[in-house]
């Protein structure tokens, strides 16, 4: 059955140590810090004037380090599949197990996986597991953190599963169907990382608040082949669901159950809201029906004095005093946020735009993404042809494509090579087409800056009509012009008032 192993305590880190001292079998703890994980080393550092980053990057510096950690399987290694999950890893992580590289990931802010089945131990030795990271700076706008400063944690199944993220879950006609029976439409991906076929179905039902409201719906068996996957679709319908809002978030649960020749093998429980959305160019946004209009912050990843390590108390804290000062929308700024805070987001009934990029292939800073955008993406799971910005956008869409709180994807913010030449078109083109094969109910936009200059007319406009809805950064005094030049675009202000406010600056009306 399904378990998951957060790796939260016995790790060391050090910025001493080579390659051959840090992968050792023999481990010594000489030039090893112990700490927890998540953990940010930059936080920990004096202020350095002459930081690369520069005010930037908070005057901390980056550089290269090491962090080690041991694990003990309960169960038998050859009758499970394990996930070694991170959700953030500031940045280019290099990941080995009992020696063995798993692979290169650049990108700092996207989570990643690996299937480290093959290399476990089953001898009742302990696996080891390190991994390198590399902050060269500059490499972000802002105050980056480094090394596993999210959470890390194993996923073990068995060799008949669910696939991480592989569950997806709509109601395409809730809008219509909502005050009778809704259809809820279900997609589940299950593979078989065994030696031999097996008769796999799966017992679904749906949730809220500890009751069930529908019966278990079983689904027709199929046989899987060894190494084959399968997806099964099906739709259950409960009457009348509570829609999921920022006033009411009521968040329900699907359970699954995979029974494979009979037995039950795999278990899992996936939250989820009902809610609809629609925008119109000359009204505006509306959720369930209802016009909203968006009071929005945009928010970066760190937490101040504690670095950017990963603490849900410290992101329910700072989202509850947004909540406090009229905020109903977060955009992590400017990349994708932690799945912690996805999921207090949705808890809390935020609005949340999740930001793939904040740069293309043109590149900000010497040592960002820009370096990796168009680069072949090496993970053992790409698709073939696939960029990292490829791999990355879809992990971030299958990440996401559940929770209510999502309501747009952004493909970049302040992209200056985005201007409509052959390049740029083919590129929005690509990012678009990642982002609808997995999830086609939400609004892509990106955060223009364009805008603002002269009369707001360019190049860039004919990137700004591929897109459902068009972010303008600083650009309030062109609003007028472009909506006489383009009246059907949906228009929102993606950025604002940065130059005007000061950070951790909070006004609560009603008690100042």
């Not at 700092?108 to 991994?131: E, H, K, M």
């Not at 494979?260 to 505006?284: C, H, P, S, T, V």
């Not at 009071?295 to 989202?319: F, I, K, Q, W």
């Not at 936009?445 to 360019?458: E, V, Y």
Request: proline share 3%; with cysteine; charged share 25%.
């Amino acid at each position: 059955m399904r378990r998951e192993e957060v790796l939260r305590n016995h790790w060391f880190f050090s910025q001493e140590v080579g390659k051959e001292e840090a992968l050792a079998p023999d481990f010594q703890r000489e030039n090893w810090q112990a700490i927890q994980v998540p953990h940010d080393w930059s936080i920990y550092n004096d202020f350095d004037q002459y930081s690369p980053a520069q005010n930037e990057g908070g005057q901390l510096n980056g550089g290269q380090a090491w962090y080690r950690t041991q694990f003990y399987l309960e169960e038998d290694a050859s009758l499970v599949s394990v996930r070694l999950l991170f959700d953030g890893v500031y940045m280019n992580a290099q990941v080995y197990i009992n020696g063995q590289v798993l692979g290169y990931y650049p990108n700092g802010y996207t989570p990643f996986s690996y299937d480290i089945t093959p290399y476990l131990r089953n001898d009742g030795t302990a696996n080891q597991l390190a991994v390198f990271v590399d902050n060269q700076q500059p490499s972000s706008r802002w105050y980056s953190g480094s090394g596993i400063y999210r959470e890390a944690k194993l996923l073990i199944t068995d060799l008949v599963h669910l696939d991480l993220y592989g569950i997806k879950i709509e109601s395409p006609k809730l809008k219509e169907q909502r005050d009778g029976w809704v259809e809820t439409q279900l997609d589940s991906k299950v593979s078989n990382d065994g030696l031999q076929s097996v008769s796999v179905y799966l017992e679904q039902s749906i949730w809220y608040e500890e009751q069930q409201l529908s019966d278990c719906q079983a689904t027709n068996s199929v046989v899987i082949e060894a190494g084959e996957k399968h997806h099964f679709q099906q739709a259950i319908s409960i009457f009348q669901p509570l829609l999921w809002d920022i006033d009411s978030p009521h968040l329900y649960q699907l359970k699954t159950r995979l029974y494979k020749n009979g037995i039950l093998a795999d278990e899992e429980e996936e939250n989820f809201g009902y809610r609809y959305m629609d925008w119109q160019a000359d009204k505006g946004f509306f959720l369930n029906g209802r016009w909203l209009k968006i009071h929005g912050v945009c928010l970066r990843h760190d937490y101040g004095a504690l670095g950017t390590m990963e603490n849900r108390s410290a992101a329910e804290r700072r989202l509850r005093q947004m909540k406090e000062m009229g905020v109903n929308a977060i955009r992590i700024t400017h990349n994708p946020a932690s799945s912690i805070l996805l999921d207090v987001v949705a808890k809390m009934g935020l609005l949340i735009q999740e930001e793939a990029f904040d740069i293309w292939y043109g590149g900000k800073k010497e040592y960002d993404y820009g370096r990796f955008f168009e680069e072949e993406a090496t993970h053992p799971e790409a698709k073939a042809g696939d960029f990292w910005s490829d791999y990355d956008l879809r992990t971030m869409i299958e990440r996401g494509k559940n929770n209510p709180a999502i309501f747009m994807w952004s493909l970049g913010n302040e992209v200056s090579e985005a201007n409509s030449d052959v390049h740029s078109l083919k590129t929005v083109k690509r990012l678009l087409e990642r982002v609808k094969e997995v999830d086609d109910s939400r609004f892509v936009t990106m955060g223009m800056d364009q805008f603002r200059f002269g009369d707001g007319s360019g190049g860039h406009e004919k990137i700004a009509d591929l897109l459902d809805v068009v972010g303008l950064n600083y650009s309030e005094d062109n609003i007028d012009g472009i909506r006489k030049r383009h009246p059907k675009w949906r228009l929102y202000g993606s950025e604002t008032s940065s130059a005007t406010r000061t950070c951790d600056s909070y006004f609560r009306p009603d008690k100042e």
